[in-house]
C-alpha cells in the first residue's frame, strides 16, 4: 500500500530532479582533465550524446521513484533508493559536461519523467522479484547505449568519455546488485519492448 509520506517524497523527487542542480559526492570522471579543442560538429555530437545521457538519468531517477514507492520489501526499497543516489552523480556530471559544450538539456524532460515514473510503478506492482528485474534489465540496456557512445563520442574529447566510462561502470555494477537481490529475468517481448521505447527516446533526445 502506498502512504502519503511515500507520495510526497516522489513528488519531492520529481522536482528536485526536473528543477534543480544535481549535486555530486564522487569528483566529476575527467575533471583533471584538460579541455581539448573541439571542432563545432565534434563539440555539437558529444553535447547531443551527453544530452541522452541526462536524458536516461532522468528517465533512472523517475524508474527507481516509481519502483520504489510500490516495492513490497523494504530490503528491494533500499536497493533502489540506493540505486537511485548513484545515479544522482551521473545525472550532475552529463549535467555538467552538457553545460562545459554550450549544449542544452532536453526540452522533453518532464515528458520523460513523467513516462518513466508510471513504468517505474507498474514494475513495482509486478512483484519485487520483477522488480528487481526490471531494474536488472534497465540497467544493461543503458550500459549497451553507453558502449555506443564511447564508440561515437571523438577521441579528443577526453571529458566526456571518461564520464560516460564511469557511468558504464555503475550501470553494469547496478544490474549486478538487482540480480543478486533475487531480479528474475524479463520475457523476451517486454526486453524487446523496452528496447524500442528506448530507442524512440534516445533519437528524440538527440535533436530535442
Known sequence: MINIDKIII???GALRTLLTPAHTVRPVP???LPETDLTVPEKDL????MRINH???VCAQALYQGQSLTARNEMVQQT??????EETEHLAWTERRIEELGGR???LNPVWYGGSFVIGMLA???GDKWNLGFLAETEKQVGDHLSGHLLRLPQNDGKSRAIVSQMHIDEASHATMALSHGGAELPLPVKFAMKLSSKVMTQTAYWI
Open 30 to 32: 575527467g575533471s583533471d
Open 80 to 85: 533502489l533508493i540506493q540505486a537511485a543516489r
Open 55 to 57: 536524458v536516461g538519468e
Open 105 to 107: 538539456k532536453s526540452l
Open 10 to 12: 516522489g513528488f519531492d
Open 46 to 49: 558529444s553535447a547531443a550524446l
Open 124 to 126: 513495482g506492482v509486478m
